[in-house]
């Protein structure tokens, strides 16, 4: 079988290149950065103590309630008498001068005034502003109530905060609760799926232009014929990213399992590593179906440009409609995931060039209806046959042309040569 | 001797331009055809339609007197003008994928493999990637990949661009060896010595018309009427005043002469001796390939 040995040999020299041993180790590698720095990186904060300038002009704010919220934020309020005479002015310029990380102040009248000020130096943390917020908002609410002459207790009962779950409705009428992960999840395979159907592509469009420009066709095709050339190549490569796959997935459960001695083992990362290894194996079977048809899709689209063109810089240029359709999902990507129920949504997840990562974000992030996966694969089997057998007929054509890089209207004439 | 391959009524044409018309093409078993013809002239488009690369609008191929099909290729061996192998793998590794191809065994490739390594004194670079080897290297390895698989046809298309005489000379005996064998060989090139040094016929195309289609020597003699070719004292100056000589050059030494009418040897020698001196060598002078090459492709002369 003539495509076999195409598939092996492609296979075997893909596999052996430096690329494929490099992009192995790195990629995981990169992920576990990815997922583990932000931690790491927190924990290194949390060390360092920020002082805050407190002044309480209108006496209303427990020292000790404060002290406990410090505890909490990794912050130190500094609070002292002779803070309270002093201007705005003085304030900055002593909490420069000391590298405080500001001041805050309640004026004597913020209970009629209902409102107070925060002079810090990094207002982009949101964290740390958002638990500023949550505090003083409930500590005037509490002052409020005592002047209405509530009693303690029932002060406390008031305020109490209320703890709020999400749960994920399933198909089956169950619900199971969701810290948040089905947005990462929805987010992770689109990720996943975006970046395996760039570098598949291309890798195709590389081995496509190299082998043009060192005139291997001709010897080539006195061989085999284009079709089966061109499909070897294409099976090959998915095998090759398929076995890439699959090293993660055999080192995937060991590395992550290192990386939770890293995190908090109830964390929100973690919740997510967890939610995205408890994923029914359906998913990672309609993964794999969409991944193949993606790949299959826009692989065949970079073969086609590729065969057009005799050199890198030619093919950078020829490929940047086919990437800007792969980008363009990724930019739909964000909005399905807000959406997912949505016309645009349905729609996108079963046309052929769109389905593979819409539809694997819509999995993500909801339970689609079966019908809509139904449709949807078969529209992708369609659209793999379509585009392979039209981007065949160009390859077959341009891969013994040199020179000039084609107009559109002549592509449209190698598609009608026989 | 059968006819092995067959081209009947076949006609390609490229964006309404007709590039190949060829009314009946035959070429038997174990001969070494020159295939010439200018830039252009459809030599490469015959030998893809032959390859089956692209399909002729118009005709038929027969291959020993069934239709041209993709199981035959096993037969055929093609060394392209447009070559190239892939840069990444290495030698061994490149020879038996085009052994594979074309159908062959593991064990069979590797014998043969080993036996053209040596003959090609690549045997050390069996091992390495092909972008490590030269130019000439890479050429003598398309030659075995062209081979390997033991063809009856060899078609080649230029094979001696880049080489060296060493290796010129090699090829050239593996070629004749081949053709001892029974291997039928279409040599194209514009290379016109080493086309009249081993091609028995020539074919010669032109406009994707065949012009000529003839034995080598036969087709010597029919373009060598009154040409002669002699070596002697007198100047070309006192040749020049002879009234029977119509045209006269000087080569490597030697006078060509061209008399004003149809002489045979016999007569031009007698003319000859009378109005010269000392005559040293007297021949008929046939004309080479190239010279029949450029009165046939540029001024258009005939049979």
Redesign the interface.
Known sequence: MKLLEIIKFEYTTKVKTKGFIISTILIPALFLLITTLPTLLMRYQTKDIKKIIFIDRANIIPVENLKKLGEKIHTKFLIDQSYKELTKDSLLSIALQNNYFGYIMIPENVLEKNSMDFYLKNPANFSLIERLNSFFRKEIIKKRAEQANLSKELIDKITKRTKTNVYKITPKGKAKEDKGASFFLAYFLGIALYVALLIGGTMVLNSVVEEKSSRVYEIILSSVKPFTLLSGKLIAIALVGLTQFAIWFAFGGFLLSNAFAFMPSTGFISGIIKTILNQPISTWLLFIFYFLAGYFQFAALYALVASTVDSTQDAQQMQTPVTLLIILNFLFMFFIINNPESTLAVILSILPLTAPIIMMVRIGSIYPPVSHIIFSIISQIIGVIVILFLSAKIYRVGILMYGKPPKFTELIKWLKKS | MSEFLTLQNISKSFAEKEVVNIEHLTFKQSEIIGFLGPNGAGKTTTI?MI?Q???PDQGEILFNGHPLN?KD?AF?????E????????KVG?TIK??G???GKSNSYINKKMDEYLELFQLTDYKNKKIEELSRGMQQKL?FI?TIIHDPQLIILDEPFTGLDPINVEILLNIIKEERQKGKTIIFSTHMMEKAEQICKNIILINKGKILINENIKTLRDKFSTNEYEIECDSSIEELEKLNFIKHIYKKNHKYIIVFDEKLDSKEALKKLIDATTNIKSFNLHRPSLYDIFLKVVEKGEQL
């Open positions: 893809r390859m690369i692209i399909q993709e290729m055929i061996g093609y060394l392209p447009e070559r190239g192998l892939f840069k990444k793998n590794d994928f085009f594979k191809l074309k398309q990949i």
